[in-house]
């Protein structure tokens, strides 16, 4: 009697629990868990991060009229810098942002000035 009883708590549970979850079948399709952070529609604005040494993502192609915003979340100051002196930002501290508006189609690559191996690329159609 006993172990019947558990064995009827444990099913019960179990069944609480896919219930809770949605463990019933889903006509619905599964959702993508990440999308891609590289294409931009245009007109808005996209985002690139600054961490671990590294432009996050290294490379974004956008439309013209878009924005780019990138943000430093490292603890040391980085610039972004373009190759063809069409953008530089300054010295960044952490926290802190720049924006530019991409205007026209082109290939813009750009590094951190104070950290030549951090490279990043801006790809406009």
Same mark, same amino acid.
């Given at each position: ?5 558990? &064995? ?6 179990? %069944? ?31 985002? *690139? ?9 290294? &490379?974004?192609? *956008?439309?013209?009229?878009? %924005? ?11 610039? *972004? ?45």
């Amino acid at each position: 009697m006993k172990r019947t009883l558990i &064995t009827s708590t444990i099913l019960l549970i179990a %069944t609480l629990l896919l219930t809770a979850c949605g463990g019933g079948n889903s006509n619905q399709p599964a959702s993508p868990t990440t999308a891609p952070a590289v294409q931009n529609a245009g007109g808005g604005t996209q985002e *690139v991060k600054i961490v671990n040494f590294s432009f996050t993502p290294a &490379t974004i192609t *956008v439309s013209a009229g878009t %924005t780019v915003k990138w943000t430093n979340q490292d603890s040391a100051a980085h610039t *972004v810098t373009a190759d063809d002196g069409s953008f530089d930002s300054g010295q960044l501290a952490q926290g802190a942002t720049f924006s530019f508006t991409f205007t026209k189609a082109g290939t813009f690559s750009y590094k951190c000035g104070n950290h030549p191996t951090m490279l990043g690329k801006v790809v406009v159609q």
